[in-house]
């Protein structure tokens, strides 16, 4: 591999830094206290075309390769951003380019390259099936022409600001099923339709960190049979597709978070004197930080690997949950970190600490949790038992 940077991802990194320096710390200070969702940083971001970066040039996007696109995200959370607010449509948009049909690429990508439409609502999870995914219940019932939808889905973010919603639902009862994974399906919704028409009802959650998660109560959804992505029945083999893309990305978020942290943590701990010299002169305080920058570094070249090898069309699910795990630690690692050297000032709101280190810890459990990981990774890597 070749480590050293591109002109062309010099430049994106450049550009993206950019964009970002007319949202600072208040921006996203008071968006997040008033539970906004960030229209003005969104629009930037689609009007310079960073959220198309992955749909091919034929399709109205950038075209670019993972290793390039997973700059984006790095450099907005790195520049104090969050990059969640706008990841999604990045990589939800995997399975439409994989798995669906020409005509369906055709109507939807151009308009969601050129910001008309927008796709940020992934629909899998539920109350009863969380990690399990192969346990939902939602069902789209063949009548004709069309899929007839009913169930519930629980921690879906920004369905309120989306125009397009990925929706997972079973087409086959789990109980006649000999091989579990099958029976799923993928279809893409309407999702502006559908609640004018009273068939998904969306109720806000509140958490922790600003999300715009939601509940979506689904009743006699009609969905146009047209609008099935790929095969009938094979949904959970097209997401799991999209999958390996979705962990590197979450592992760049958490680069450029680990990475912010550190920025804020050295610089205050250079500048703050106690007891006549700089706080970061006492090891207790230097050293974790600079254990929490080697643990940032060796993670983003884990993501680096795994975006290469999905580059290159080679298996990389090892290294994409690898990524996601390292790097998901440690920015945790480096957030805490940061919260020591501030001390009771990280506390503050107006130093943007507390806000990060809140939006950083979702990646820990987040889309998958971490412990999830390390089952995949000893049974499927290792060949350990299935462990319980």
């Not at 889905?153 to 000999?178: G, M, N, Q």
Request: aromatic share 10%; with cysteine.
């Amino acid at each position: 591999m070749d480590f050293s940077s591109s002109d062309e991802q010099r430049a994106i990194r450049a550009a993206v830094r950019e964009l970002c320096k007319p949202f600072g710390g208040e921006y996203w200070r008071e968006t997040d206290a008033n539970r906004g969702y960030p229209e003005e940083f969104v629009r930037a971001l689609t009007e310079a075309g960073w959220l198309a970066a992955l749909i091919p040039a034929e399709y109205g996007g950038s075209g670019l390769s993972l290793t390039d696109a997973c700059i984006i995200p790095e450099e907005i959370n790195r520049s104090g951003g969050m990059a969640a607010v706008a990841h999604a449509q990045m990589y939800i948009m995997g399975t439409l380019l994989r798995h669906g049909s020409e005509g369906q690429k055709r109507r939807y990508l151009p308009r969601i390259a050129g910001g008309e439409l927008c796709l940020q609502a992934f629909g899998v999870t539920e109350p009863d099936a969380g990690s399990e995914t192969t346990r939902i219940k939602t069902f789209a019932r063949k009548s004709g022409d069309t899929y007839v939808v009913n169930g519930q889905k629980v921690f879906i973010s920004r369905a309120e600001h989306s125009d397009l919603l990925l929706l997972l639902a079973r087409t086959t009862p789990y109980e006649e099923l000999e091989d579990k994974t099958r029976g799923l399906s993928v279809f893409l919704v309407d999702l502006r339709e559908a609640v004018e028409r009273g068939q998904i009802e969306i109720k806000p959650l509140e958490m922790m960190f600003n999300h715009h998660t939601t509940q979506l109560f689904i009743t006699d959804l009609e969905v146009p049979a047209e609008n099935l992505v790929g095969k009938e029945g094979e949904g959970f083999r097209h997401i799991i597709d999209g999958w390996n893309a979705e962990r590197i990305l979450i592992a760049s978020q958490s680069v450029g978070d680990g990475l912010w942290f550190i920025d804020k943590a050295s610089h205050y701990a250079s500048e703050r004197v106690v007891f006549d010299r700089p706080i970061g002169a006492n090891q207790g305080v230097q050293h974790p930080i600079a254990q929490a920058y080697a643990d940032v570094q060796a993670a983003a070249l884990m993501r680096d690997k795994a975006a290469w090898l999905f580059d290159a069309g080679q298996s990389c699910g090892a290294e994409a949950n690898m990524a996601k795990l390292l790097a998901s630690r440690a920015a945790w690692a480096a957030a805490n970190a940061c919260m020591d050297t501030f001390g009771g000032y990280g506390f503050a709101r107006e130093y943007d600490v507390e806000r990060k280190f809140r939006e950083t810890r979702l990646y820990i459990t987040a889309p998958v949790s971490n412990n999830m990981v390390l089952n995949f990774l000893g049974q499927n890597v290792l060949g350990m038992p299935r462990s319980y």
